[in-house]
Nanobody, 119 residues
Framework: QVQLVESGGGLVQAGGSLRLSCAAP????????MGWYRQAPGKQRELVAR???????NYADFVKGRFTISRDNAKNTVYLQMNSLKPEDTAVYYC?????????????WGHGTQVTVSS
């Protein structure tokens, strides 16, 4: 019923860049943290980057120095700037938000956006 909307995925050559965006619906009253996860075929979904409402961040080791996460709290939107992309970055990228909805706290997800990095 409630889901996030990701955009910005696509096909890019190795070494290129993409910028992902994710917007949370207004029904999520408070976003405490938002993040990006990814899942490649046959692999577990894994954390890419996460950012809190206070702008504290954490990154997976495999993206440190290449990806940057940021957010616009007023818009409940999170971004992921991906530079120096590698073929192993190919995956479906999912946005996650932690917040309040209907008087309860929960996690919300988008349907994902495909990122394909060619060699």
């Amino acid at each position: 019923q409630v889901q996030l909307v990701e955009s910005g995925g696509g096909l890019v050559q190795a070494g290129g860049s993409l910028r992902l965006s994710c917007a949370a619906p207004g029904s999520i009253n408070v976003i405490n943290a938002m993040g990006w996860y990814r899942q490649a075929p046959g692999k577990q979904r894994e954390l890419v980057a996460r950012i809190t409402s206070g702008s504290s961040t954490n990154y997976a080791d495999f993206v440190k120095g290449r990806f940057t996460i940021s957010r616009d709290n007023a818009k409940n939107t999170v971004y992921l700037q991906m530079n120096s992309l590698k073929p192993e970055d190919t995956a479906v990228y999912y946005c996650n938000a932690e917040g309040w909805r209907g008087g309860s706290y929960g996690a919300f997800w988008g349907h994902g956006t495909q990122v394909t990095v060619s060699s």
